[in-house]
């Protein structure tokens, strides 16, 4: 029996402050395009338009800032930022090819409280002189990451067990290739290691052709593919680091007179509107996706620690799963509910433990959306 409906009535009535007395102010530096049609795919818009519905359901003033896949500017937009009269409560950050120390400082010179989402800090230098949230700084007091190295691994995993389905003949190794997004963000590198553990896990059906870096592009990732299957005929499985990339790849596989779903098999990540199409006609086994939620998901952890909710009582660098797996068995389901992602569907105040007090757990995920946070109106 699910009570989720009485935490959020009890949570309403017991919570120190209601919404409506409690609003705060969010700044995001999106690092990606706001241009959703950009070839890099639309995963940034995604982002913010997730955050976009979960700050209208909790009452939160948010303010989202692009700079445009120019990692230069990340910092230039945290110092303006700062340089305003009015400062927001928090600002949420994304270390983006190495800025993340950048535009930390930035934001510590100005005090205002700093979160990072997807990709924390990395870099030797930049961990010698913060070391973690709130271990030096403690306006830096969080970070939301989603398991990369999970996400890595299981689009591998799917890719390779539709591949050993195949008629490739007995005695020949399954041969794949990875296409990589870069080999500098923490999200591609740990992508990266858990697409490699998966390959060293079956290296005894498996042999790995070569990893080569797409740049997130579909266009590039198609370029890249063609040259790898002229050089490795007989290559049979692809994976991607999202799913633009995939899109190109197998994009260059049909050119090639290859048949996806049947003699080459691909995996990507992002969910992406194009990518769940191709699951359903057959030529991507899986998409690896939800982080994408990343952003929402913060916002609830800082609306409870504006509320006295501290998500960092015992560690504020937060790791979850996040990451889900669509393919063929459930593709139709998550279109059905949210193909035109209608975010407004999901209660993100049901995910808050300040509106709930008897949540022990946050429920950040496609699961946890369906059983716990669709709007009653909109239940299957």
């Not at 569907?345 to 946890?368: A, C, H, M, V, W």
């Given at each position: ?140 007091i969080g970070s939301l990451i989603p398991d990369n190295y999970l996400a890595g691994y299981m689009g591998a995993l799917s890719m390779l067990n539709a591949a050993s389905k195949s008629e490739t003949p007995s005695n020949e190794k399954i041969q794949a290739i990875g296409i990589a997004g870069d080999h500098i963000t ?108 990343t952003g929402g998901w913060a916002l609830v952890l800082l609306y409870d620690y504006h509320n006295g909710i501290d998500f960092g009582d015992k560690d504020a660098s937060v790791t979850m799963q996040i990451f889900d797996k669509i393919d063929i068995c459930n593709v139709d389901t998550y279109l059905s509910a949210f ?42």
């Open positions: 029996m699910k009570i989720w409906p009485l935490i959020v009535f009890i949570g309403l009535i017991y919570s120190p402050l209601s919404i409506a007395d409690n609003r705060i102010s969010v700044v995001f530096i999106n690092p990606g395009q706001s241009d959703s049609n950009h070839a890099t795919g639309g995963f940034w818009s995604s982002v913010t338009r997730f955050m976009k519905a979960a700050s209208d359901d909790l009452n939160i003033d948010l303010e989202v800032l692009y700079a445009e896949r120019n990692h230069f500017r990340l910092s230039k937009l945290v110092r303006e930022i700062g340089e305003r009269e009015t400062k927001p409560d928090y600002i949420i950050l994304v270390n983006e090819k190495g800025q993340g120390g950048i535009q930390l400082e930035e934001a510590i010179s100005s005090n205002i409280k700093t979160m990072f989402i997807l990709n924390t800090l990395s870099s030797k230098h930049d961990i010698e002189r913060y070391g973690k949230p709130r271990a030096t700084e403690p306006n830096w923490p999200a591609a590198v740990l992508r990266n290691d858990g697409f490699k553990k998966a390959i060293s896990e079956k290296s005894t059906a498996v042999t790995l052709r070569q990893v080569v870096v797409g740049d997130w592009s579909e266009e590039i990732a198609m370029e890249k593919t063609m040259g790898l299957l002229s050089r490795y005929p007989k290559i049979s499985a692809v994976w991607s680091a999202n799913d633009p990339m995939a899109l190109g790849a197998i994009s260059a596989a049909k050119s090639m007179g290859r048949k996806p779903g049947q003699d080459i098999f691909f995996s990507g990540l992002n969910w992406g509107p194009k990518a769940l199409k191709a699951i359903q006609n057959g030529e991507l086994v899986s998409s690896i996706g939800g982080h994408f939620m193909g035109a992602q209608n975010w407004d569907k999901i209660d993100f105040t049901r995910f808050s433990k300040s509106l709930n007090p008897e949540l022990k757990e946050y429920p950040f995920s496609l699961q946890g959306i369906f059983d716990y946070g669709l709007r009653t109106a909109t239940k299957p």
